[in-house]
């Protein structure tokens, strides 16, 4: 007999066929609550509906399916919590001219500089290609573009011949499609970007790339709040961004800033992530709170907005920067990965949150009768 287990539920309740839920779309974060105790299954599940409320035929046949699939099953207590997605931005006319196969653009920004938000980024975006999402990459740091040095990419985007005229082709590493302003400048004669020369150059990234079918475009915003920054947050149709911010105050001031500007343009921040959180000495395993610690969570609660993770300060990080190949792909299964990877996983679920609203909420218990 097969053992129960989260996935294995998923897995059953994505095989049922019925028009009125888009179960294609479930993950292990649908899943909210998973009990199993004296072979009694306390289950509480979000679904994708297209109905508001969900008719009791249509639990049965969840129901049913799981117990057909694992009969040692005495009782289950299903709960469904029933999303209708609205793709916010899919109405965004903006949105379907420049990026009309793009479900989901996300801008990493933090108001003060070199707090890793090109790391979390780079990460962030492999972590969400590993996950199984199609994942494209924009460089937009004008002051410093560093991720195709922190993706190990030195090959040029080339321009290939489309449907819809010549555009140019992402350059791929680690599953990720990757344009990046590094690409237009040479290292050595660095260009003084004012606001509409930068907003070109991004527009362009949008339109004149050809990034085909995509989940998610996540941009690397450059640091800081003035002119420049909001005119990029005006000109990319966002569906929303994420802070990252290190727990000491200066840094904290300016997320505060940071999440002022997304406010001021409607632009949704979906959350905060702490980078630098701590750092654990190897040799002792002592934990060390070098720029203070909570700062992110107090900050997170303060502006009532999701705490996505904090990210520990770890030579490994850096050297995974420095090497071009980032950490959740290099260091697969250590501790440090697993929190990126976590931090995509809650940063996925805000997504889906936006994108849906929450509707109905109806409970039914079918036991062995
Ligand atoms: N958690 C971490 N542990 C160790 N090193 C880190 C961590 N996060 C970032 N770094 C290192 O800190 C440096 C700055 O990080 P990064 O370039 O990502 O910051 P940034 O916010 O994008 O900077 P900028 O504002 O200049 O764009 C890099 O060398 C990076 O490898
Ligand atoms: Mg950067």
């Given at each position: 007999m097969?053992?129960?287990?989260k996935n294995s539920i998923l897995n059953t309740i994505k095989n049922v066929q019925n028009p009125d839920l888009d179960t294609d779309h479930l993950g292990l974060n649908s899943i909210k609550v998973f009990k199993l105790e004296n072979d009694v299954l306390t289950l509480e599940i979000s679904i994708p509906s297209k109905v508001e409320t969900i008719n009791k035929k249509t639990y049965e046949q969840i129901v049913d399916s799981i117990k057909k699939e694992h009969t040692s099953l005495?009782?289950?207590?299903?709960?469904?919590?029933?999303?209708?997605?609205?793709?916010?931005?899919?109405?965004?006319?903006?949105?379907?001219?420049?990026?009309?196969?793009?479900?989901?653009?996300?801008?990493?920004a933090s108001g003060k500089g070199g707090v890793g938000k090109s790391t979390v980024a780079v990460n962030l975006a492999v972590a969400l290609a590993k996950n199984g999402a199609k994942v494209g990459l924009i460089?937009?740091?004008?002051?410093?573009?560093?991720?195709?040095?922190?993706?190990?990419v030195d090959k040029k985007p080339r321009t290939i011949q489309t449907e819809s005229g010549v555009k140019l082709e992402p350059v791929e590493s680690y599953g990720l499609k990757l344009i990046s302003i590094g690409f237009l400048i040479d290292d050595n004669n660095p260009v003084i970007w004012r606001g509409p020369m930068a907003s070109g150059a991004i527009k362009q990234f949008m339109s004149d790339v050809h990034w085909g079918e995509l989940d998610y475009l996540v941009f690397d915003m450059p640091p800081g709040t003035g002119d420049i920054q909001l005119t990029l947050v005006q000109t990319i149709p966002l569906t929303g961004s994420v802070i990252v911010t290190t727990p000491q105050e200066?840094?904290?001031?300016?997320?505060?800033?940071?999440l002022k500007m997304f406010n001021r343009v409607n632009?949704?921040?979906?959350?905060?992530?702490?980078?630098?959180?701590?750092?654990?000495?190897?040799?002792?395993?002592?934990?060390y709170d070098?720029?203070?610690?909570?700062?992110?969570?107090?900050?997170?609660?303060?502006?009532?907005?999701?705490?996505?993770?904090?990210i520990p300060i770890d030579p490994r990080i850096r050297e995974g920067g420095d090497k071009g190949i980032p950490i959740v792909y290099d260091l697969e299964g250590s501790k440090e990965a697993g929190i990126i990877m976590k931090i995509a996983e809650s940063l996925n679920e805000q997504?889906?949150?936006?994108?849906?609203?929450?509707?109905?909420?109806?409970?039914?218990?079918?036991?062995?009768?």
């Open positions: 097969s053992e129960i287990t005495k009782e289950i207590h299903l709960n469904i919590q029933t999303s209708i997605p609205t793709v916010t931005n899919a109405k965004d006319p903006k949105k379907d001219v420049l990026l009309p196969g793009v479900k989901n653009t996300i801008a990493v460089d937009a740091d004008i002051y410093g573009p560093s991720i195709p040095l922190m993706l190990g200066v840094s904290l001031i300016d997320a505060r800033k940071a632009v949704p921040v979906l959350g905060l992530v702490e980078n630098m959180s701590y750092f654990i000495a190897p040799d002792t395993g002592k934990r070098i720029f203070g610690s909570g700062g992110g969570e107090k900050l997170s609660k303060e502006l009532t907005t999701p705490f996505l993770g904090g997504v889906n949150i936006r994108n849906s609203s929450s509707k109905g909420k109806v409970e039914i218990s079918l036991g062995d009768d």
